[in-house]
């Protein structure tokens, strides 16, 4: 028996599944059996992209109960209902419903695989991370699936995943992980625009020469409940007749759909409802739920004038506290319309001012303006556009303006959203362009998905297949003499399968030593060839995570070996990077993406008297240093300044090659009690912040193997100083596990010194450990919150109270110099805390103010904010003091940190070369 072909389109807002059976080119759609009511199960063509956690007795059993019964397998999550009776519980009890898992799976700013969502919920409320709820939406799929063909089970099917062609290489990886999850483990990946516009070809393929006589360019855009996805579709007219179709454009990741539509109406009523106070996280989730449904039905062609917006109470009140607010159809109109898709010229440019509808953690663009996002993308692909359009392009300097165009996504089922699209594109071309109807926007996906693997099939005769390869181009950043380049190793439309190796670049790695590159890439339209050399840092080039891989310790006996790279766009859709020796039969090393934390900063160039720097280490810490004297030491870093320049000014470039010095000569450092002194003092300066670099994560995992020898010279205090003083500065890079084991013994050091118990050398590094503390943003929110309070003691001590503002700042900070951002403590215990702080005289303690700037900080994400009125009292208070201009901008806008607040926080600057984002 054949292989059923499946297309799953797995949404910000709705999964949907289609197929075509063995042999038959019908392409239909999975009803999903959900839950639609308490116990009721319906099966429906879209499931909700929702999973909502229920309370502990809220539900009775049989209402969990699906027709299947393995319906929890691939689902590692709590128990939940998934799908359109997840949607309406969520809008009934505020804070249990995981929403835009997609959109989380895209954000690099969190860890994608830890328990975070429903992001901002209480802390009874089970979580799950976004990887595991996409997981879910997929094992529930899988089930159903299963339920309904026994004989033929969804894993041994041939399978097409959809995904925004904006996605990153680290976004993708995640979905496959997902789909690993949920028992899916073999399938390819499609982008979501070039499967719409499959769907439509599919549909008309009959008569496709005739539909797209006359189109040369067409654009698919793509608007869902979490993106924008934009793409251009070169159309020439191939053997006999049949057009022939390449995609020449794709957009960048955009975070701008429905839910930025739904948040807007959101914001409308929460100021309508007429509360004093902004409604907590999970209670404008809530509301947001309700205007999604309010804004569907009012946008509908035959939508009523108006409805009305109804937020339950809570608890006992739920009826007797509802507020309602009416929203009619014009001001829906109007903000959805005009704020999402303002009429523009061709020379718009997206608007870079912090505007951005911030909320639940998610990164949205700071400009809302579709039209504004679709200009810069055609000015970015005006060349291509150009060639593609011939003779029907513009004169020179004017856009060159897709003749076609597809419009794909839920939004678009609004008719006064499409309108407007066609009418700017109309401005723009000087006359309309041909709008190729889609009957089902909802649902085209996941059907075009089908149709992109059926086309591919040999001798289907089923419609043309939409060329074009590799989206983006990608390049390997290299550091030569000093300057910093970027090589081609896989050009732009390079098509799948095909592996692209790079002969004249040659790498020397060592064996037993892990090895990362760090890569760009750009989906501008230049014509890179493989090889070719360019400057990385130009601005529409995006940093990826870096590849990396650990070779054996040996190879043939031979501590290092010479390879060269290869890149291939995989079948699944997904870039491939091997390390290749040479030879014949040459080994190969599989180079994987480095998922965890930020997109990847650059390495800056080598720095220049690196080779003399370590040669003076070498005097003092090697193995033919001078055995014991102290004197050695002391002017290691009197010496290391004069050769490379003050301190302060030595980059990442210079400090982590130091640092791998002095670690390889670890074990020398016990020679006398300076000699440990130092070392401690240079290793963790060289190593701060304990993240940011290549390999940073390799080296912490090294140093922290000191950890448990502790020090040699425990009756020096200034040696204690110099341990704890090591591990705050590395603590960014310390794993939380590690974190919680230098909690731990700073817990059963910190009351003693506090009370004046401690031995007298621990006694004198009280101070430091007390900093140390304040740092390890990675343990679990419950031990910081004993951390803080603890602190929030010592501000009765009129001796403590400087250190302990700064240490509650660091501990209550809305939003964290490296932790993931569901590690923030809770805005009501940072109120509590913030109280303290308000009651201490700022005038004589300014550390009070920084902190109380730290813990009021304006983040945009309600469940870190605090409540305005407090912001507004701790701005009044900082205005009184004179405080530092940024202390109060940051508590009314929402900014990046600046190099003065990074100093005060980490306390002391970051490396030259090496920012956090």
């Given at each position: 028996?054949g292989?059923?072909?499946v ?14 059976a ?5 392409i ?9 009511g308490?116990?009721?199960?319906a ?10 956690h ?5 539900l009775?059993?049989?209402?969990l ?14 128990p939940?209902?998934?799908?359109s009776?997840?949607?309406d519980?969520?809008?009934q ?6 929403a ?7 954000h690099?700013g ?32 899988r ?5 309904r063909?026994?004989d ?5 099917q041939?399978?097409v ?6 996605f990153d290489?680290g976004a ?18 499609v982008?979501e ?7 439509w070809?599919f549909?008309?393929?009959?008569q496709?020469?005739?539909e797209?006589d ?9 608007v869902g409940?979490g ?8 159309v020439?007219?191939?053997e006999?007749?049949?057009p022939?179709?390449?995609?020449i454009?794709?957009g960048?990741?955009?975070m701008?759909?429905?839910d ?20 907590s996280a ?7 739920q309700?205007?999604?449904t309010?804004?569907e ?6 939508g009523?004038e108006q409805?009305?917006?109804t ?6 009140r ?7 607010v ?6 829906v ?9 303002p ?9 870079r ?11 949205y ?6 039209t504004?996002h679709?200009?810069a ?7 291509a ?16 303006v897709?003749d076609t165009v597809?419009?794909n996504?839920?939004?678009?089922r ?14 723009w ?8 109807h889609?009957d089902?926007?909802?649902?085209a996906v ?6 992109f ?7 289907t005769g089923?419609g043309p297949?939409?060329?074009?390869g ?22 732009r439309g390079?098509?799948s399968g095909?592996?692209?190796v ?18 760009v890439?750009?989906s501008g ?5 493989a090889?070719d050399?360019?400057d990385p ?7 990826l ?18 390879v060269s790279l ?7 859709g ?6 290749v020796g040479?030879?014949?039969?040459p080994?190969?090393?599989?180079l ?7 997109a990847?900063?650059?390495p800056?160039?080598a720095?220049?008297?690196?080779a003399?720097a ?13 055995d014991a004297?102290?004197?050695g030491?002391?002017q ?5 300044e004069?050769?490379l320049?003050?301190?302060?000014e030595?980059?990442?470039?210079l ?16 020679r006398?009690?300076e000699?440990?002194?130092?070392w401690?003092?240079?290793a963790?300066?060289c ?5 940011g ?5 390799w080296?912490?995992?090294r140093?922290?193997?000191?950890f448990g020898?502790?020090?040699?010279y ?10 704890w003083?090591l ?6 890079g ?7 084991q ?6 059963g ?17 009280y101070?430091?450990m007390?900093?140390?503390a304040?740092?390890?943003e ?7 919150i004993?951390v803080?309070?603890?602190?929030v003691?010592?501000?009765?001590r009129p001796?403590?109270r ?9 501990v ?5 110099l490296?932790?993931?951002?569901h590690q ?12 303290a702080?308000l009651?201490l ?21 309600r469940?870190r904010?605090l409540p305005?009125a407090?912001?507004e ?9 004179r405080?530092?201009q ?9 900014v ?20 956090l984002?």
């Amino acid at each position: 028996m054949g292989r059923y072909t499946v297309g799953i389109d797995l949404g910000t807002s709705n999964t949907v599944v289609a197929y075509a059976a063995p042999g038959d080119a019908r392409i239909e759609l999975l009803a999903i059996e959900q839950f639609v009511g308490r116990g009721e199960v319906a099966a429906r063509p879209l499931l909700p992209s929702l999973r909502y956690h229920p309370a502990p007795g809220e539900l009775d059993t049989p209402s969990l109960s699906l027709p299947w019964q393995a319906a929890s397998d691939g689902d590692e999550g709590p128990p939940a209902i998934i799908g359109s009776y997840a949607r309406d519980l969520g809008a009934q009890v505020p804070g249990r419903l995981v929403a835009s898992a997609k959109s989380w799976l895209s954000h690099a700013g969190v860890d994608r695989s830890a328990p975070i969502l429903p992001w901002g919920a209480a802390d009874d409320v089970p979580r799950v991370s976004p990887v595991v709820a996409s997981a879910g939406y997929l094992a529930h799929v899988r089930a159903a699936w299963d339920a309904r063909f026994p004989d033929a089970p969804l894993a041994a099917q041939d399978i097409v995943l959809t995904v925004p062609a904006s996605f990153d290489e680290g976004a993708r990886a995640f979905t496959v992980e997902a789909a690993r999850l949920a028992g899916l483990p073999q399938l390819r990946l499609v982008e979501e625009p070039q499967a719409a516009f499959h769907d439509w070809l599919f549909r008309h393929r009959e008569q496709l020469a005739s539909e797209l006589d006359g189109s040369r360019l067409v654009l698919v855009c793509d608007v869902g409940g979490g993106t924008t996805d934009l793409t251009l579709v070169q159309v020439e007219v191939g053997e006999g007749g049949v057009p022939r179709l390449t995609r020449i454009g794709v957009g960048d990741h955009l975070m701008l759909g429905g839910d930025n539509m739904d948040l807007a109406l959101a914001h409308l009523a929460e100021r309508r409802l007429g509360s004093t106070e902004r409604l907590s996280a999970a209670r404008f989730a809530q509301l947001v739920q309700r205007c999604r449904t309010v804004k569907e039905q009012l946008l509908a062609a035959d939508g009523p004038e108006q409805l009305s917006v109804t937020l339950l109470g809570e608890g006992s009140r739920l009826i007797g506290a509802a507020r309602s607010v009416v929203l009619t159809r014009a001001e829906v109109e109007a903000l959805v319309v005009d704020g999402f898709l303002p009429v523009g010229g061709t020379d718009d440019k997206p608007q870079r001012r912090r505007a951005a509808i911030v909320e639940f953690g998610l990164p949205y663009p700071a400009d809302p303006a579709i039209t504004r996002h679709l200009a810069a993308f055609l000015q970015r692909h005006a060349s291509a556009a150009r060639a593609a359009l011939g003779p029907d392009a513009p004169p020179a300097g004017g856009l060159p303006v897709p003749d076609t165009v597809l419009l794909n996504g839920g939004v678009f089922r609004a008719d006064a959203l499409s309108r407007r699209l066609v009418d700017v594109l109309t401005a723009w071309r000087g006359r309309a362009p041909r709008v190729l109807h889609n009957d089902a926007p909802d649902v085209a996906v996941a059907r075009g998905a089908v149709a992109f693997a059926l086309v591919r099939e040999v001798h289907t005769g089923l419609g043309p297949a939409i060329g074009g390869g590799s989206a983006r181009s990608y390049f390997l950043v290299l550091e030569e003499d000093g300057r910093r380049s970027a090589i081609c190793v896989l050009p732009r439309g390079t098509e799948s399968g095909r592996e692209v190796v790079l002969p004249e670049r040659r790498f020397a790695l060592q064996l037993g030593r892990p090895v990362r590159f760090h890569l760009v890439s750009t989906s501008g339209d230049s014509p890179w060839q493989a090889g070719d050399l360019v400057d990385p840092d130009q601005a529409d080039f995006i940093h990826l995570p870096p590849v990396a891989a650990l070779l054996p310790a040996s190879h043939g006996g031979r501590s290092s070996v010479v390879v060269s790279l290869s890149a291939t766009m995989t079948e699944v859709g997904t870039l491939e990077m091997n390390c290749v020796g040479t030879g014949e039969n040459p080994p190969r090393w599989k180079l994987d993406f480095a998922l965890r934390g930020e997109a990847a900063e650059v390495p800056p160039p080598a720095a220049p008297g690196l080779a003399e720097a370590i040669a003076l280490i070498d005097t003092v810490f090697g193995s033919q240093g001078k055995d014991a004297d102290p004197r050695g030491g002391r002017q290691l870093r009197t010496r290391l300044e004069r050769l490379l320049g003050p301190r302060d000014e030595w980059d990442t470039a210079l400090l982590r090659p130091l640092f791998d010095a002095l670690l390889e000569r670890a074990r020398r450092r016990r020679r006398s009690a300076e000699h440990e002194r130092v070392w401690l003092n240079l290793a963790g300066y060289c190593l701060r912040p304990g993240l940011g670099a290549a390999l940073d994560e390799w080296r912490i995992e090294r140093l922290w193997a000191l950890f448990g020898e502790g020090i040699q010279y425990a009756n020096e205090g200034r040696n204690w100083s110099a341990w704890w003083t090591l591990w705050r500065r590395v603590a960014g890079g310390l794993p939380e596990a590690a974190q919680l084991q230098v909690l731990e013994v700073l817990a059963g050091h910190l009351e003693p010194a506090a009370e004046g118990r401690a031995r007298a050398p621990l006694q004198a590094s009280y101070d430091d450990m007390l900093r140390l503390a304040a740092v390890l943003e990675g343990v679990p929110v419950m031990h910081r919150i004993e951390v803080g309070k603890w602190l929030v003691e010592r501000l009765q001590r009129p001796a403590e109270r400087a250190l302990a503002c700064w240490a509650l700042g660091r501990v209550g900070a809305r939003a964290s110099l490296y932790g993931s951002a569901h590690q923030v403590v809770p805005a009501e215990i940072g109120a509590e805390w913030l109280a303290a702080v308000l009651a201490l005289d700022w005038k004589v303690l300014p550390a009070a103010g920084f902190a109380a700037a730290q813990i009021a900080r304006l983040t945009g994400d309600r469940s870190r904010d605090l409540p305005d009125a407090l912001r507004e009292e701790v701005i009044r208070r900082l205005t009184a003091i004179r405080a530092p201009q940024g202390w109060i901008t940051m508590l009314r806008e929402v900014v990046r940190l600046d190099e003065a607040e990074s100093r005060l926080s980490f306390g002391e600057a970051l490396p030259a070369g090496l920012r956090l984002i």
